[in-house]
């Protein structure tokens, strides 16, 4: 247990460290931004003409209401905690991977929900787009890793020991 959180510890650091170097923000972390913008806009688009993306925003050209997708909304933070889990528990590098590509489906699905339900809470009541913006969906979001995480450290314990409670996965 300590080994285990003092590599998810160390693997967290050193990957928000990572996030943070401008050459990694200039190109990874702000295009995948402007990505994630268009591929709200594609959603919607296909209910609501009026949404339009530029850059990292995402807005309303009939209201005019917008949402920029700041750090800590784009899903990287979210996908870093998740990594430093995957990567801190024992387990094969081929499960790892499983895990590693699956969580970030996952988690990017949850985002894209997250940030379109957003955009149109915005537009009909600031009160409830705050709340949700700042607590339900922070927490929903840091939900998914943590059942993601459990899901994928569930599927890579053998059979055995999931029938003998006697045989513990170590």
């Not at 430093?84 to 790892?96: E, I, M, S, T, Y």
């Not at 699956?102 to 009160?127: H, K, T």
Request: net charge neutral; proline share 4%; glycine share 8%.
């Amino acid at each position: 247990m300590i080994r285990f959180l003092l590599i998810f510890l160390a693997v967290l650091l050193l990957l928000f460290g990572l996030e943070l170097l401008q050459p990694v923000q200039t190109h990874l972390v702000l295009p995948w931004t402007a990505l994630l913008a268009r591929a709200c806009v594609a959603l919607v688009g296909l209910f609501d003409g009026s949404a339009m993306a530029q850059g990292k925003v995402l807005w309303n050209s009939s209201t005019g209401f917008g949402v920029s997708i700041e750090p800590g909304c784009n899903g990287v933070e979210a996908f870093v905690v998740l990594c430093a889990a995957v990567l801190a528990f024992p387990a094969g590098w081929r499960h790892k991977m499983l895990g590693l590509g699956a969580g970030f489906v996952a988690i990017q699905l949850l985002n894209v929900l997250r940030i379109i339900s957003l955009f149109y809470l915005g537009q009909w009541n600031m009160a409830m787009f705050q709340f949700a913006h700042s607590y339900l969906w922070q927490a929903l979001i840091m939900l998914d890793v943590l059942a993601v995480w459990l899901i994928w450290v569930r599927a890579g314990v053998p059979k055995a020991s999931q029938e003998d409670p006697a045989i513990v996965p170590v």
